[in-house]
């Protein structure tokens, strides 16, 4: 790959289809390479201050990578106008961010912006977003926004200090978060909300956020199936609870709250909210609590449904999945292990369709699927203890 500056002609062996361009620090001039770049194209960003005073629109297929920390994305547009810093725009999938520091410094507008499917973010840093004299939803005032998106990834990323949330999540489903460290933030340190189906959370750290009560806890969860929250530390939530099933939209099913640890929350561990909307087939299990100001696990409009609900009890059997071959072509078999029988499998699109269903498929052989188009889907089991989710690929 050969590395160039930035405004001269991109030259490459004819092997390569993709270019690196390299942008030194500067004023806005982020957006000029990412125009005059082609599609798979890498623009480097050096160690160094790069000033945005508008938004920077992904409408490629690219990835902008920084050096790490020393590489610093910084907001200089106003208080009172919504701007983001980064927007991967509608339809531009499969685009990377990562290895940078994005501050906010209090201006109006979210840090990154994304309305798109199967895009990653690695190691990014961000903070400070948002202004509460913008005239934008309070979602906008948030650090990192999915609205819209599919199947998105982010592994090691922070997002602290923000004005509202540190990621926020509407109507994208199949997203997964690993390593993330979110802090201090005014609203929740996550949301998952309004059909953001079967997000999976994993090695991640939530603590003292919803500092001004913008939110409902550390982490809110609001009309969605197969929330999956595991393995997470949730430490001194301020004036809410540690996780918040709200329900102020819909209800959920399916969701999984498990092996976390829950500190220090000024309320209780997890609260659910099973009044206007019910909450069913919800594992909350295995968790350890502590210091928490009320009940560790409250349901709110009492009696919860305990017939859906498993909570506190060890001796259960996990319910495992093993999907194979992965990636697929004309075939699926399904291995269920020693888990009692499931109830149905399903395989869903980018876009929230259901495109195969199988009732009690049990260890399931040869499902045929050379059918569908080639692509990434999601995967969906419900069991009598909830629901087991993944991704699959056919090709």
């Not at 609001?222 to 001194?236: H, K, L, M, P």
Request: net charge negative; with cysteine; charged share 10%.
């Amino acid at each position: 790959m050969k590395t160039i500056t930035a405004f001269t002609l991109l030259l490459c062996c004819s092997f390569y289809n993709a270019f690196a361009v390299v942008v030194p620090p500067g004023t806005n001039n982020i957006q000029a390479a990412i125009n005059s770049a082609s599609a798979g194209s890498v623009i480097d960003l050096q160690a160094g201050t790069y000033y945005v005073s508008s938004t920077i629109t992904l409408n490629k297929t690219i990835t902008i990578r920084g050096v790490g920390m020393s590489t610093i994305i910084q907001k200089t547009n106003g208080t009172s106008a919504d701007v983001a810093a980064f927007v991967i725009a509608e339809g531009i999938n499969n685009c990377t961010l990562r290895d940078f520091r994005l501050l906010g410094q209090d201006k109006g507008g979210p840090g990154i912006l994304v309305f798109s499917n199967n895009n990653h973010l690695i190691n990014v840093n961000v903070s400070d977003c948002g202004n509460n004299s913008a005239g934008g939803p309070g979602s906008w005032r948030s650090g990192i926004i999915l609205d819209g998106a599919a199947f998105n990834e982010m592994t090691n990323v922070k997002s602290h200090h923000n004005s509202w949330v540190g990621i926020s999540q509407n109507n994208s489903p199949g997203s997964t978060i690993t390593g993330a460290d979110c802090f201090l933030n005014h609203g929740e340190g996550l949301t998952i909300d309004l059909g953001s189906d079967n997000c999976i959370v994993r090695n991640s750290l939530f603590n003292e956020n919803n500092v001004s009560t913008r939110g409902v806890g550390g982490i809110g969860i609001d009309d969605v199936n197969g929330a999956d929250v595991q393995f997470c530390t949730i430490n001194g939530t301020k004036n809410l609870s540690g996780i918040t099933f709200q329900n102020n939209v819909g209800g959920e099913d399916g969701c999984i709250i498990k092996n976390n640890t829950i500190n220090n929350s000024a309320l209780n561990g997890v609260r659910i909210k099973n009044c206007t909307y019910a909450v069913t087939h919800t594992t909350v299990d295995l968790n350890s609590y502590s210091g928490n100001g009320a009940t560790n696990e409250f349901w709110e409009c009492s009696p919860g449904p305990t017939s859906n609900r498993m909570a506190n009890t060890a001796d259960k059997a996990d319910f495992s999945l093993l999907v194979f071959p992965n990636p697929a072509s004309d075939f699926i078999s399904l291995d269920f292990g020693t888990a009692p029988e499931p109830v149905s499998f399903e395989l869903i699109s980018l876009t929230g369709q259901q495109v195969l269903w199988v009732q009690n498929p049990q260890t399931a052989n040869n499902i045929d699927v050379s059918a569908l188009s080639k692509g990434v889907y999601m995967y969906r089991a419900t069991h009598a203890q909830g629901t087991v989710t993944g991704k699959i690929i056919l090709e």
